[in-house]
């Protein structure tokens, strides 16, 4: 093997280009389901083939996830299993060796989600709440840089908690249904200044994408942009807050909104 594939930067960069734009060298298949499988077994191949190789392969692997199942798909098979119709049930309790394997995997994350599915895919609930409870630090991906969410079961709104950590710069959240502003999202989302400090962009998405009420305490200082598009309701209230030293606020299909808090452009 050359030496200049040992270096790690250059390594990173032909790893990072082998799932961009695949083993052709091509863009038009990129986002193609089939063609991000072939780049992904092309990675867990090289993460296997040489011990330099590993870690910067399997980083390239998992920096992006439509959704939360590879993750628990990947941790032993005498944990879960699978029934016909797709969904990953628990069969025993969570362990320190199962942690460390989830945990493995779950930090080399940096993007989670579409716009056109669950985050959650086909993980039942209690294997979530499972997980959950044998977190020592509060997050499921610790290194999280952007959330697309779509939407998931009510039953898991109190894990969306586990998704806002320190490193969180753009989230985007696409309602599927009106329930989805139930009272838990809201006080889930009231304490995104303090889980999540770094968050320049906030989308909300969609006919149902209406929060009840955007506060201060949705807002963090870094925020930078706030946007509502294509929502249902004629007019929205804002309250910002007062230390904010500038926020880009866009929306779309309304007649009215009311703004609250200083050092705001509206377009």
Not at 34 to 46: D, I
């Amino acid at each position: 093997m050359h030496a200049c594939l040992l270096i790690p930067e250059i390594a990173k960069l032909i790893f990072t280009n082998i799932y961009v734009y695949g083993t052709d060298g091509s863009l038009i298949n990129f986002g193609d389901h089939s063609f991000q499988r072939v780049a992904r077994r092309s990675l867990a191949a090289l993460s296997r083939a040489c011990r330099s190789f590993k870690d910067i392969a399997l980083d390239a692997l998992w920096v992006k996830l439509d959704n939360l199942e590879p993750l628990f798909a990947c941790l032993p098979r005498d944990l879960w299993t699978m029934t016909g119709d797709g969904k990953l049930l628990i069969k025993r309790p969570v362990t320190t060796a199962d942690w460390s394997v989830f945990e493995q995997y779950a930090s080399r994350v940096r993007i989670l989600g579409n716009t056109d599915s669950d985050i959650f895919g086909g993980i039942d609930a209690e294997f979530v709440y499972a997980m959950m409870g044998f977190c020592s630090q509060s997050l499921l991906v610790p290194n999280l840089r952007i959330l697309y969410c779509k939407g998931y079961p009510h039953v898991l709104h109190l894990c969306m908690r586990y998704l806002l950590g320190p490193n969180l710069v753009y989230l985007l959240l696409v309602p599927p249904t009106e329930g989805f502003w139930s009272n838990i999202m809201p006080s889930v989302l009231s304490g995104l200044s303090r889980h999540s400090p770094q968050l320049e962009v906030v989308e909300f998405v969609g006919p149902y994408a209406m929060c009840p009420r955007v506060t201060a305490e949705i807002c963090p200082g870094y925020l930078v942009s706030l946007a509502f598009k294509n929502c249902g309701s004629p007019s929205l209230e804002f309250s910002l807050p007062s230390d904010l030293n500038f926020v880009l606020l866009t929306w779309t299909n309304w007649s009215s909104a009311r703004l609250i808090g200083p050092r705001v452009e509206v377009q």
